[in-house]
């Protein structure tokens, strides 16, 4: 009977070694969505302030991540900064950074949508207290507003998750490289690999991924009601 | 930084090639991506047993798994299992099935947010369930859905940039061998951003436009 092919995830280390690229691919999103987050509540906090040239630096800050591909400007932060800068910081500090930035600039939108969406009254009760403005922001609006950005927090996470796959283009060596090597290690021995090794990575994604946006969609029913 | 001008003068033909592949890529796409995504909305909405799972399925696999991962899956897996397709068809086959369940999603919030009473007037003069959903549900629907559609379709045309790792010669890949023989590495990226913003900005203008003009379509307000 001629093999599958399927052993090939489990010769050696191999299934080790896929998981160990897939910790590689969560470090850098997790890194990057927690530093993205904090950095992201500070532009959100920023960009409902009435200043308007505040607002245009922000609002064009956001707009540079969403109309140009992230994969460009991995290739940019690769190929210009880091030869700029003169040290060397390596594919995988280079992808935290461009995440962590993109990420901020995602995430100040998702805090600014939810800091709007509050009733106006809310502010104005806070002001007819006595309420500093730190303490409106502290006490009414930031615990009103961190519910309505959950949903939209959890689906950022899983996008960045998504997009961490790319950064084998950069040369980092992350769950989607190792299932090259293996690919190739087994060329002759076994050359069906790549569809097991290929559907496998798929299955962890999907694995990462799904339960995310599982709880980003109940949060979502939950508090719309 | 110093730019060389003769070098990107020289370079703009080949950039020019890239974009059209771009375009080719984001048209198909975005095409087929709107078909796939209208089906999988109207069997989900109708509740057509059995397939519901499928699509669902389908919509959940689709979202929770990266482009790169599903286009190296279709060009070096599929292969040994006797299916073979072109880098073209991959990166179609492979942004469609990305695509689709997008589309289906903001088709699906589309026909949701059509107010109850709508659909309730239509059957009280007497429509069948056919011209309802013909002449009531989908035109509003979609002029609600136009929005997420637009972003869907802006989308699509930005993850076409890596249909380089199947090795396609779109703008990225482009970019990528450019600085890889001439280490020209200021003017290629430069050049690789101005295509997107020549590519994208239009689109995003148009869409708003879109947005403003399907407005008046709908009722009330």
């Known amino acids: ?225 | 930084m110093n730019l060389n001008w003769n070098y990107i003068y020289e370079s703009l033909p080949l950039y020019g090639e890239a974009m059209w592949l771009t375009v080719k890529l984001a048209f198909w796409a975005i095409l087929f991506s709107l078909i796939v995504g209208l089906v999988a909305s109207i069997l989900q909405h109708y509740q057509v047993k059995g397939v519901q799972t499928v699509i669902t399925a389908y919509i959940e696999l689709s979202r929770n798994t990266p482009l790169l991962v599903q286009l190296f899956f279709l060009y070096y897996g599929l292969p040994k299992i006797g299916i073979y397709m072109s880098e073209m068809s991959c990166a179609i086959v492979g942004l469609t099935f990305l695509g689709g369940s997008y589309m289906a999603e903001a088709f699906r919030s589309g026909i949701e947010a059509v107010p109850r009473g709508q659909i309730e007037s239509g059957l009280s003069i007497g429509l069948s369930r056919l011209q309802l959903a013909r002449h009531v549900v989908m035109p509003q629907a979609f002029a609600i859905s136009i929005p997420s559609l637009g972003a869907n379709a802006i989308f699509l045309l930005k993850e076409t940039s890596v249909v380089g790792a199947i090795s396609l010669m779109d703008l990225t890949n482009l970019t990528r061998d450019l600085i890889g023989m001439f280490y020209r590495t200021e003017e290629s990226l430069l050049l690789l951003v101005a295509a997107y913003l020549v590519l994208i900005l239009p689109l995003s203008f148009l869409l708003s436009w879109l947005e403003r003009k399907v407005r008046y379509a709908e009722f009330g307000d």
């Not at chain 1, 009733?119 to 104005?124: A, M, S």
């Not at chain 1, 730190?134 to 997009?163: D, E, F, H, S, W």
Request: charged content about 15%; hydrophobic content about 55%.
């Open chain 1, 1 to 225: 009977m001629q093999s599958l092919g399927i052993e090939v995830l489990f010769q050696g280390s191999n299934f080790m070694r896929l998981l160990g690229g897939l910790l590689v691919t969560i470090e850098i999103a997790f890194t990057s969505i927690f530093i993205g987050t904090a950095l992201g509540l500070l532009m959100g906090l920023l960009r409902t302030l009435k200043s308007w040239p505040l607002r245009f630096i922000l609002r064009f800050y956001l707009e540079a991540f969403r109309i140009i591909p992230i994969l460009v400007w991995l290739y940019v932060a690769y190929f210009i900064f880091t030869p700029m800068l003169r040290v060397d910081i390596g594919g995988e500090l280079t992808a935290v950074l461009v995440f962590s930035l993109w990420g901020a600039a995602e995430m100040g939108d998702i805090v600014r949508g939810a800091l709007e969406s509050l009733p106006k009254h809310q502010l104005e009760s806070g002001k007819a207290l006595g309420l500093k403005a730190g303490q409106i922001y502290r006490y009414i609006l930031i615990p009103q507003a961190v519910r309505r950005m959950l949903p939209g927090t959890i689906n950022l996470a899983t996008r960045m998750i998504k997009t961490t796959s790319l950064v084998v283009l950069i040369g980092v060596i992350e769950v989607v490289k190792v299932g090259q090597q293996i690919i190739e290690l087994g060329v002759i021995k076994a050359p069906n690999a790549s569809i097991w090794v290929y559907g496998f990575i798929f299955i962890l994604f999907f694995l990462v991924c799904y339960p995310l946006s599982r709880l980003s969609r109940k949060f979502e029913r939950r508090w719309q009601s």
